[in-house]
């Protein structure tokens, strides 16, 4: 009987990340798509130095953060997939739309600033619950680069 | 002097993440895992029952004590007399079990005639079993429900035979092995309810006996049967109230821990039927006379 209810809360836990967390990553994917179109006259380069025509012109440092936290059929399949090897799809979309939003972000601060591009653009990221016993976890994706803006 | 794009390009979907389905994934992840946790069970039983034999009874007496002392406190409600007279019916069992050798050799030198205990519990449920350490537990209720000695007597040599047949080791260690082995493999796999779930399935199997487990101990009950009487009369006494299905949600317990009892009931039939000899039935001793309990 105990095993039957624990069945039930794992199946139902399952359930219910697979559907909220299939949602919004659809959701979210079209929102960045959307913002990332929007946003392309702000140019981002990886560049230490400023390019050629941004000779006299203002800078400033521009940042964009975003936390994600994995939902439970996620974990499940990485558990599963931790037992055979392998890649870990469930993780890596979760990850690739981390940082296009937290580039995304960074672009939305440089434009608000009047900044034509950004540049020496760099990824920090920290995991955020630490070794907190459960494994759902949650990790930060930093992005940050020197707007350049024209005087 | 290099130009500069107007814009930033578009940078192609499905290179760091992977377009397949997630289902699909969880599917094939669930089928392939699902599998070789199967054979891992599979063949952890195999080795299990293939080196049971190999562990001497002083080893499981060692680990039982535990277990034992859940009884005694159960005991201690139940008349005395009753106890002492299981205890002379239990021995006598014993003894005329030395006769019939088992697989490792002599039953003697499997099971010791001396290291058996048997406890009468006050549970509302007619059900017998044998744990580690031989001890042999019959529930007071199950008193009420067989009319001669012979009956109890079946019943009681099922449990001796399972004993001597190391049965309560065998389903022990099969449960602790497979559940050690899905915890380590589970437990590093990092999700908790998941692991929690697959090595409970695991605890599921401990102690209890399996199809083949149990015809094994009605076969050798059999025999223990006639070594002490000469005939078999009796012997599927315990099973006519069970058959009569009075009150079935009382015979749950029994039959939810003595998987499979019709067909039991038609191989203790037959063996009767094929034994040459009849005999008379021998009366219950006062003592493990007991009334149903009424009124419930």
């Known amino acids: 009987m105990d095993v039957l209810i624990q069945l039930a809360i794992f199946l139902a836990l399952l359930a219910a990340g697979y559907a909220f967390g299939r949602r919004a990553e659809r959701r979210h994917y079209d929102s960045i798509r959307a913002r990332e179109d929007a946003l392309r006259h702000v140019l981002v380069l990886g560049e230490r130095l400023p390019p050629p025509g941004f000779a006299h012109c203002e800078t400033t440092l521009v940042a964009g953060s975003v936390v994600i936290s994995v939902d439970y059929f996620k974990t499940v399949v990485a558990g599963l997939r931790n037992l055979v090897g392998g890649r870990i799809s469930s993780y890596e979309s979760l990850l690739d739309r981390a940082r296009r939003e937290a580039v995304l972000r960074m672009q939305e601060r440089a434009e608000a600033l009047g900044a034509q591009a950004v540049i020496n653009m760099k990824f920090e990221t920290s995991r955020v619950s630490g070794n907190a016993g459960q494994s759902i976890g949650s990790v930060e994706v930093l992005a940050y680069g020197t707007a350049l803006i024209r005087t | ?296």
């Open chain 2, 1 to 296: 002097m290099t130009l500069l794009p107007d814009g930033n390009p578009r940078i192609p979907e499905g290179i760091n993440a992977s377009e397949e389905h997630p289902l699909r994934e969880f599917a094939q992840l669930v089928v392939g895992v699902g599998v070789l946790l199967v054979l891992l069970v599979v063949s952890l039983s195999i080795a299990v029952k293939l080196l049971v034999g190999y562990v001497p009874f002083s080893w499981e007496e060692r680990i039982a004590p535990t277990l034992a002392s859940a009884f005694v406190s159960e005991e201690e409600s139940v008349d005395s007399d009753a106890l002492r007279a299981l205890r002379t019916l239990g021995e006598q069992l014993v003894t005329a079990s030395l006769d019939v050798p088992v697989a490792g050799g002599a039953a003697g030198d499997v099971v010791p005639a001396t290291a058996f205990r048997f406890h009468l519990i006050a549970a509302d449920m007619p059900n017998a079993f044998a744990t580690l350490g031989a001890n042999i537990a019959v529930t007071r209720e199950l008193l009420a429900q067989v009319e001669s000695e012979n009956g109890l007597a079946m019943v009681v040599a099922h449990e001796i035979a399972h004993v001597q047949l190391r049965h309560p080791i065998a389903s022990a260690s099969q449960g602790v092995v497979i559940q050690l082995a899905l915890g380590m493999l589970l437990g590093s796999s990092g999700d908790s309810l998941l692991g929690g779930l697959l090595t409970t399935g695991g605890a599921v199997t401990l102690l209890s006996f399996s199809r083949d487990m149990e015809r094994e101990a009605d076969a050798r009950a059999l025999q223990i049967l006639a070594a002490h009487y000469g005939h078999l009369g009796g012997a599927d006494e315990f099973f006519h109230s069970l058959g009569d299905g009075r009150d079935e949600r009382r015979w749950l317990e029994f039959v939810q821990t003595h998987p499979n009892t019709d067909k039991r009931v038609a191989y203790i039939r037959e063996a009767m039927g094929k034994a040459v000899r009849q005999g008379e039935l021998t009366p219950l001793p006062e003592a493990l006379r007991v009334q149903e309990r009424g009124g419930e």
